[in-house]
Nanobody
Framework: QLQLVESGGGLVQPGGSLRLSCAASGFTWHYYSIGWFRQAPGKEREGVSC????????DYADSVKGRFTVSRDNAKNTVYLQMNSLKFEDTAVYYCAACTVVSGKFYLGFGSWGQGTQVTVSS
């Protein structure tokens, strides 16, 4: 059974940086593409990124391209989301989950949502 736990959220000023971590458990976790999703208050959950099982390729949402970078360390069972040049509109609860991308849109690939980690961008 795949289990993912997010951490690393917090309060940051616009233009600042933050790194989120997604710790995975379950012996088959490395078979899955792992993605980051976010949900802002009053908005639907949206995909941010989706990284292949090997970590060799990542799709990013247009809104975060050039600012967010994903890295995957299968040895540590962890996926990281490095967020730079943060904007007010990046404020959201961030979730990691198995993902899939179809026609440029991000979807939950398997399992369910975790608790997420809150990211607040505020001056």
């Amino acid at each position: 059974q795949l289990q993912l736990v997010e951490s690393g959220g917090g309060l940051v000023q616009p233009g600042g940086s933050l790194r989120l971590s997604c710790a995975a458990s379950g012996f088959t976790w490395h078979y899955y593409s792992i993605g980051w999703f976010r949900q802002a208050p009053g908005k639907e959950r949206e995909g941010v990124s989706c990284t292949s099982s090997s970590g060799s390729s990542t799709d990013y949402a247009d809104s975060v391209k050039g600012r967010f970078t994903v890295s995957r360390d299968n040895a540590k069972n962890t996926v990281y989301l490095q967020m730079n040049s943060l904007k007010f509109e990046d404020t959201a609860v961030y979730y990691c989950a198995a993902c899939t991308v179809v026609s440029g849109k991000f979807y939950l690939g398997f399992g369910s949502w975790g608790q997420g980690t809150q990211v607040t961008v505020s001056s």
